[in-house]
């Protein structure tokens, strides 16, 4: 099942649950100065869920776009070389505000990816956890969706202190939050790794794909925890990791929409070997460098316009491993835009102005390495020993913009 089809049925799905489809938000969140880029499919539906906004429906839908690549969610030098690190990503959600709880929520996520009109997942391959005091839940899933205790994991206060723990979430130390529960792939016994609330957990075996969150409480300055007059359903689940289960991959990179970017990148540059980690890294910053720029973020020296630069730099660096001798990455919003300019319209409609963008960093980097390679490898004829002078690594860095893992 393509990623396009699932993103697709997805949609459908709630919208016959009566879901308004709402687009997805900019990248750059809207009158939010706490958040660097749109980071969660929530991020727009704050205010609802605050209290603060009335809107048209009182249950939602969206496929999100994301990017964790500064600020608090940083997975840039992570990216190419795990199986599920991005800086770009799609987050289906569904929402409720004020109607729907929890019944509803674990109802709809398990109809939707075990039924055979829609996922079709076998139910033995999916595990639950749920918070330790949440009963509710956990009787839900175990006694109306029927999931056996032995795949079920209650995840008690695990980080250090009260309503700490990886089933607890909120939006920040003060406000709305709530107990969640998530839903575990089994990838199978072939793969290294214990299911989660295990010793083991941080292998690959076991992947959560969806995580629904209750947000019934409000949190004071002191901590006391208030119900809400209106508890409030955020769901979320990663496009690329329900892909790669549909697509009977192991890794994100494995799905269709990253083999059509990787083979583009390949044939771009003249590479054979398609399993090369840049080709990874390449293809996963096409996406969300295309997409900032179409959102109006601008290469710069601060801010987001710093994090786009890093990444478009990053990028060229790889294309540089593979021996790219000339600007290439902006060759890359073309076969980016046939893959998603469907479901995101502005990719086509914009696509001259993202070239334009990526192509004059792309030269300016050019002139960056030309610069910062002279004084580098002069600086290595007079090394004495292996160590690089810390100021030699901080001057190409601050002076030229010379990348310190390029050094």
């Known amino acids: 099942m393509k990623s396009a089809a699932i993103r697709e049925a997805f949609i459908r799905y709630f919208e016959s649950k009566a879901h308004t489809q709402v687009a997805s938000s900019s990248l750059v969140p809207g009158n939010d100065p706490t958040l660097l880029f749109t980071n969660a499919g929530m991020v727009q ?36 070389y795990t199986a ?38 076998p139910a033995e391959k999916l595990w639950v956890t749920v918070y330790a005091e949440d009963e509710e839940a956990y009787q839900i899933w175990n006694e109306q969706m029927g999931v056996p205790a032995e795949r079920m994991v209650r995840i008690g206060d695990n980080k250090g202190g009260k ?10 130390d003060t406000g709305p939050c709530g107990p969640c529960t998530e839903i575990f792939y089994d990838h199978g016994a072939d793969v290294a790794g214990g299911p989660p609330g295990s010793p083991d957990e941080d292998g690959d075996r076991y992947i959560e794909i969806w995580n629904n969150v209750f947000m019934q409480f409000n949190r ?27 697509q009977g991959v192991h890794s994100n990179y494995e799905i269709d929409l990253f083999q059509n970017l990787i083979k583009a990148t390949a044939a771009i540059l003249n590479v054979s070997d398609i399993e090369h980690t840049s080709l990874r890294v390449i293809a996963d910053h096409i996406r969300s460098c295309a997409f900032l720029v179409s959102d109006g973020v601008i290469p710069s020296n601060e801010g987001r316009g710093y994090v786009l630069r890093r990444i478009i730099r990053r990028a060229a ?36 102005q993202i070239e334009k963008v990526l192509l ?45 893992d390029l050094t």
């Not at 869920?49 to 496929?63: C, D, P, Q, T």
Request: proline content about 4%.
């Open 84 to 121: 599920r690190h991005h800086t770009f990503f799609e987050m289906l959600g569904n929402f409720s505000f004020g109607d729907y709880f929890k019944h509803d929520a674990i109802k709809f996520a398990w109809e939707f990816l075990t039924s055979p009109e829609w996922m079709a997942i």
């Open 45 to 80: 539906f704050k205010d609802a869920f605050l209290g603060r906004e009335k809107r048209g429906y009182v249950r939602a839908v969206s496929s999100q776009r994301c990017v964790r690549a500064g600020g608090k969610h940083n997975d840039l030098e992570n990216v190419g």
């Open 163 to 172: 309503y700490a723990s990886d089933n607890f979430w909120s939006m920040g």
């Open 220 to 246: 004071d300055a002191d901590g006391t925890m208030t119900p809400l007059p209106a508890p409030s359903v955020d769901t979320g689940m990663g496009l690329e990791r329900i892909s790669a289960v549909m």
């Open 360 to 404: 004059q960093e792309e030269e300016q980097f050019a002139k960056t390495l030309d610069q910062g390679m002279k004084i580098l490898e002069q600086d290595l004829q007079d090394l004495n020993g292996k160590q690089i002078p810390g100021d030699t690594v901080f001057r190409l860095y601050d002076t030229y913009g010379f990348p310190v």
């Open 317 to 352: 660096r790889h294309g540089n491993k593979l021996g790219a001798e000339k600007a290439f990455f902006h060759k890359l919003v073309a076969p980016l835009a046939l893959e998603m300019g469907e479901a995101y319209p502005e990719l086509v409609t914009r696509q001259a």
